[in-house]
């Protein structure tokens, strides 16, 4: 009888949708992200503290070579792959300027030529529910960098690991 409750709980986990819901605020060096964690709508906020020793960790990786850096893209880009299945909200605000007016031309195209192959791969896919609201301003007038990124997605562990264990026969 615990087998089959555990067998149970097991299937009820790997089908089960798990819904996150990201923000995040960076002004220059300041980053306050903000997650939520649970399933379906029934969402829980998680603690402040575990983001900063997450933060805190990611910023101490060496990232000095390209070889380094490369690798850990295409890792983040997985894992984004993995878990972006269902994007229900997508909202992204972004206010660059570098006080030079041609730079600043420059850092809005080239922000939208990093975007844009992103969310023509998550429309291509029909993991888009809802149509995405991007925002890219340039400011000329002063040097600053503020994002402000919120997005709704939701997952299944089963499809996960069935999606890593396909990557990894082929």
Known sequence: MLLLGLLLLLVLLF???????????????????RVKFGIGRCLLALPQGMLTTVS???????????????????????????????VNLLHVEVLIGTGDPFWTALGVGGLWAMISPFLTGLSLSDRLQAEPEIRIEPDYDSAHLRVWLHCIFQFRLGQIIVNELKRVMM
């Not at 996150?20 to 605020?25: K, T």
């Not at 000095?64 to 792959?81: H, I, P």
């Open 56 to 86: 805190a960790r990611i910023r101490t990786r060496n990232l000095n070579t390209a070889e380094a850096a490369w690798r850990a893209l295409k890792l983040g880009l997985r894992v984004l792959d993995s878990f972006l299945q269902k």
């Open 15 to 33: 089908l089960t949708p798990f819904s996150v819901e990201f923000s995040m605020l960076s002004e220059g060096l300041d980053v306050k992200p």
